[in-house]
């Protein structure tokens, strides 16, 4: 069964400063994994997906890499920013199905002004 | 373009009353999913539809959890009768289908129904 660990569960930083956000995964072979952004009281949105070829991918200040083998993956922030906050999940297709993803407990990040 | 619509968007009950969650999915969109996220969790798949046919419903407790996508497009949550435990956040998502074996699509997700059983 896959499971899916992200530390740390909180974080708290100043503003423009760069942070990286951890991501680890028990069964190494997966299809893609995600990386979600949640804001309070609002629905997931899809950041990045990452596919098990690629090694990395990159959206304005954000960059997402994967080791497969080592059952890892970072998303990293550059110049974070107060509007950065909220709690970061990265989720990968449980094993056997592509369509099921499993999730971490997501990474609550706060950007102090 | 309207994004995934849920309703209500809070729901206070008593333990032992009946629920339902309702969820509009995506124009276009053929696979829905509902998902319960327990406070400081990530959100565990509840049911999976492609179109009207539940493909994947194992997590989902069916002594008290029921589900239907009655014509493919809209979907209703009941739970009958809640407990204490069923609090949480039920989220529905949607997806386009997945044109290749392996492949995972983008779901789109509703903003949720928090529930809380007193």
């Known amino acids: 069964k896959q499971e899916v660990t992200q530390i740390p569960a909180a974080l708290s930083v100043p503003e423009g400063e760069n942070l990286v956000l951890n991501c680890s995964f028990t069964d190494s072979a997966i299809y893609n994994l995600q990386w979600f952004r949640q804001d309070p009281g609002k629905g997931l949105t899809s950041l990045l997906l990452?596919?098990?070829?690629?090694r990395e991918q990159t959206s304005g200040r954000l960059n997402a890499s994967l080791d497969k083998s080592s059952g890892r993956s970072t998303l990293y922030i550059a110049a974070s920013q107060p509007g950065d906050s909220a709690t970061y999940l990265c989720?990968?297709?449980?094993?056997?199905?592509?369509?099921?993803?499993?999730f971490g407990s997501g990474t609550q990040l706060t950007v102090l002004p | 373009e309207a994004g995934v619509v849920q309703s209500p968007r809070y729901k206070i009950i008593e333990k032992k009353q009946p629920v339902a969650f309702w969820c509009n999915p995506i124009s276009g969109h053929n696979t829905l999913y509902w998902y319960r996220q327990n406070l400081g969790q990530g959100p565990e798949l509840l049911i999976r539809y492609e179109n009207e046919e539940a493909v994947d419903d194992s997590q989902l407790p069916k002594d008290r959890f029921s589900a239907e996508r009655l014509k493919g497009v809209d979907s209703t949550l009941k739970i009958q009768p809640a407990e204490l435990g069923d609090s949480a956040v039920y989220l529905c998502?949607?997806?386009?289908?997945?044109?290749?074996?392996?492949?995972?699509?983008?779901?789109?997700f509703g903003p949720g129904t928090r529930l809380t059983v007193l």
């Open positions: 989720a990968v297709p449980s094993s056997g199905s592509a369509r099921q993803l499993t």
């Open positions: 990452i596919q098990s070829s690629q």
């Open positions: 998502a949607s997806s386009l289908e997945v044109p290749r074996a392996g492949d995972t699509d983008t779901q789109y």
